[in-house]
């Protein structure tokens, strides 16, 4: 795994984004220690191991990073390999087929689905399964808007995307180390929450081949692998689908892959993370951080047994 201290990053690299320089992540409720209060032995180690004075920082990962070390199997399995060997994908013209339990089958140009929805500013923790973690500046549309756009009918409890299927353009199909195309899916409540987008861009450039251009989904609070990159087909089911990794490998994957640092992973503990620049490990927050928000979403749900 490719680790970079923030001293080992010219500084050209990172002061070439003056957007984004400095800028500290607008995140939600990351949790904030109110200094004064009581704090017994245990917190105080927990706040030395922060070593900035209590509270998390979350600052945005830089560019390079996020564009470099990069998890995309269509295009390789190195961290590397997706910058290089995405480079002349070409995302213009896209289209994204809708079928399935909606009012209207069809498909849409990419810029017709996009078509005068408001576009939002997210900076998200986002949280890899192999417990490594950044922050990133996301562009893009409310997946909830995408949706009514759509018009579901009521039957349709689940939607499921589906990423491009071209092993001529997408060299890392030609083997079979995943079950193509790539899949993911969530529960329609899931799907509407206001924090689930469709990006299309980051670091207020349109998205990069190798993160998922030209549409890809952003689910801050589940792992890294829900994210779905280069959409082109969204269905509408009635049946929790089987997406790719729960496909590839169901003892280790689930369907609802919600960040939760006390379910390990089979091969690996989910406890801690490595944040891409840092060198210490952080603790992983239920939910990546991010329960105030979702949490109710799984009320009264083993989230041990809908992993
Ligand atoms: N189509 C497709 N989408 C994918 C993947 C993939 O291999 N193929 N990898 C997933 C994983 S495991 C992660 S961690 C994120 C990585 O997104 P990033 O490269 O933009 O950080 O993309 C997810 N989306
Ligand atoms: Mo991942």
């Not at 320089?21 to 191991?49: C, E, K």
């Not at 809708?98 to 005068?116: I, Y």
């Not at 409310?142 to 353009?169: C, G």
């Not at 109710?296 to 992993?307: E, H, I, N, P, T």
Request: aromatic share 10%; proline share 7%; hydrophobic share 35%.
């Amino acid at each position: 795994m490719l680790i970079r201290r923030p001293d080992d990053i010219p500084s050209s690299e990172i002061t070439g984004e003056s957007l984004y320089q400095n800028r500290r992540a607008f995140i939600g409720t990351a949790g904030t220690l109110a200094l004064g209060s009581v704090l017994a032995p245990a917190a105080l180690s927990a706040l030395s191991a922060t070593g900035r004075g209590g509270a998390q920082k979350d600052d945005i990962t830089p560019e390079k990073d996020a564009t470099t070390y990069n998890n995309f199997y269509e295009f390789g399995t190195g961290k590397d390999e997706p910058a290089e060997n995405a480079k002349d994908f070409k995302t213009k013209p896209w289209t994204v087929a809708v079928d399935g339990m909606v009012k209207n089958p069809r498909t849409w140009a990419l810029e017709d689905l996009l078509g005068k929805l408001t576009v939002y500013d997210r900076t998200y923790r986002m949280r890899c399964v192999e417990a490594w973690s950044m922050v990133i500046p996301w562009q893009g549309v409310q997946l909830k808007d995408i949706i009514n756009r759509l018009e579901p009918l009521p039957s349709a409890k689940y939607i499921l995307f589906h990423t491009l299927h071209d092993p001529r353009r997408m060299p890392g199909q030609r083997s079979g180390v995943l079950p193509w195309p790539y899949k993911e899916g969530l529960r329609m409540d899931e799907a509407n929450h206001p924090l689930a987008i469709l990006a299309t861009g980051m670091y207020g450039k349109s998205l990069p081949n190798q993160n998922g251009a030209p549409l890809r989904l952003v689910v801050p609070w589940k792992y890294g692998f829900k994210g779905i990159k280069s959409i082109v087909k969204i269905s509408f089911v009635d049946r929790q689908p089987l997406t790719t990794w729960a496909d590839a490998n169901s003892a280790e994957y689930g369907f609802y892959a919600n960040v939760n640092p006390a379910v390990d992973h089979p091969r690996w503990s989910q406890a801690k993370e490595r944040r891409i620049g840092e060198f210490l490990k952080r603790n992983t927050l239920p939910f990546n951080g991010y329960s105030e928000q979702v949490a109710s979403l799984y009320a009264g749900m083993d989230l041990r047994k809908f992993y």
